[in-house]
């Protein structure tokens, strides 16, 4: 007998149990997220030591480093073993964000060539082959941020195209980024993003210029909420991954002072997020992560 699917039933993916973080400044390392939101102790890096790059997973349980500040690629198994470099197909730009869409893909998009900004695009298949540049759609800006939501979407959000600014792009389940949504929420620069939830996406920290913890959520139908008073450390230039299937993990980044920080905050299955863990590995800014497994 069939098993009976309630009516909008979100059904869970097949990876995203676990997550990496990777690159950035000072240090090529890397740290390893447990599918409980445990961050691991450095790992040496392999590959070109960069910041400023974009992450995504692909092929439904690996992952993609690619771009920022040298022309490189690295691949993330579905175990978080990071690969040697591949040459870069596309543009060279830093100051980018990236995204998985359509279940089992990847899309790279927007970022700074001096002295302009971007707003080109770079699909990644699902074996992890990343296409040659596509006209970009949308304001060109860079220091943004990029998650998945409904399962098999994405949106592109915030940035900097001059100033800071709270523009956002939806993607499509077939890579198709859509023109300019009016911004809602605080605008700021380097933020992070991840999906948590299964069909949904939260923003969260930032520069606007001051360092923020505000939060963003992110509907499944791609509708962008309120601020959310922000928990933890204000902080820019950090990462995010998804972890645990429905979960997401904030970390790394540069605090006041400035300083280089490695403390994370955990977001729940609802999009809450937690007080500042006390960070594992050594503390950068300018990093990526996302998810694998």
């Known amino acids: 007998m069939f098993p009976i699917i309630p009516a909008n039933s979100v059904t869970a993916p097949s990876g995203n149990d676990e997550g990496i973080f990777s690159f950035g400044s000072p240090t090529a390392v890397t740290n390893l997220v447990s599918n409980a939101g445990v961050v691991a102790s450095d790992v040496t890096q392999v590959g ?67 002295p ?6 770079n699909l990644v298949s699902n074996a992890g082959v990343v296409a040659t540049d596509v006209t970009g759609v949308g304001t060109a800006r860079a ?11 994405g949106i592109f959000g915030f940035g900097n195209d001059g100033s800071v600014c709270d523009i956002t792009n939806l993607v499509s389940n077939a890579g198709v980024v859509a023109s300019d949504v009016t911004g809602v929420g605080t605008a700021r620069k380097e933020p992070a993003a991840c999906s948590y939830g299964y069909d949904k996406g939260i923003f969260g920290y930032g520069a606007s210029p001051t360092k923020v913890t505000t939060t963003n959520l992110v509907s499944n139908a791609g509708v962008v909420a309120s601020d959310v008073t922000g928990v933890g450390t204000g902080r820019n230039s ?9 979960k997401g993990i904030f970390g790394f980044g540069t ?25 594992v590995g050594t503390g950068r800014a300018d990093l990526a992560a996302c998810s694998f497994n």
Do not use: W
């Open 238 to 246: 950090l990462a995010a991954t998804q972890y645990g299937l429905d």
């Open 116 to 121: 302009d900004n971007q707003s080109m695009t």
């Open 143 to 153: 220091q943004l941020a990029a998650c998945e939501y409904d399962g098999d979407k």
């Open 255 to 279: 605090a006041p002072g400035p300083t280089k920080v490695s403390m994370t905050n955990l977001v729940s299955n609802v999009g809450v997020v937690a007080s500042d863990v006390t960070g």
């Open 48 to 114: 070109t030591a960069r910041a400023q790059l974009g992450a995504c997973e692909y092929g439904g349980d690996k992952g993609i480093f690619s771009f920022g500040t040298s022309d490189a690629t690295n691949l993330v198994s579905n175990v978080g073993v990071v690969a040697s470099d591949v040459t870069q197909v596309g543009s060279s730009r830093s100051g980018l964000a990236a995204c998985s869409y359509g279940g089992n893909k990847g899309i790279f998009g927007f970022g700074h060539i001096s």
